[in-house]
């Protein structure tokens, strides 16, 4: 089986897009992830739900855990606030890393080493540099155990 056939609709997001627009889509939709594009419409990088997390989270907390514990409920119920005018762009890491791609024509085997190489849940599948469509690891797994 090949990339094309098991690719999905699914939705991205830009470079520029709202920040808080695209965790919502995230949120609403119960995504890993989104692919980002850049300004040409060609995937940038991966988005993951973890690191719009990762943006929420306070740097004290995320170093002691046990702080978590003694955050009120106002505070946590305003954290969202936190991405109002921001970019998808300002969520990245800083060092952007290899986006997890496949081409149209690849195998599922090649798709699955990729997903897993890159420790990512969901791969972008491109046709000339274009996306036509992503690759979970739910659709993977999908095509690749027995019924």
């Known amino acids: 089986m090949q990339a094309r056939e098991m690719a999905e609709d699914y939705p991205v997001t830009s470079l520029d897009a709202d920040a808080l627009d695209a965790a919502n889509l995230m949120g609403e939709h119960r995504l890993p992830g989104l692919v980002v594009t850049d300004t040409d419409g060609k ?3 991966v988005l993951g739900a973890s690191q719009v997390v990762r ?6 907390v995320q170093d002691d855990p046990a702080l978590a514990g003694v955050i009120d409920e106002q505070f946590a119920d305003k954290v969202a606030e936190k991405l109002s005018g921001h970019t998808v762009r300002e969520l990245l890491p800083k060092e952007r890393p290899e986006l997890a791609i496949a081409e149209a024509d690849d195998t599922i085997i090649e798709v699955a080493a990729v997903m897993a190489r890159m420790r990512c849940p969901l791969v972008a599948v491109v046709d000339n540099d274009r996306i036509i469509g992503v690759i979970t690891a739910s659709r ?3 095509h690749a155990l027995p019924r």
């Open 140 to 142: 993977l797994l999908e």
């Open 55 to 60: 943006f929420l989270v306070p740097s004290y």
């Open 43 to 45: 995937p940038h990088s």
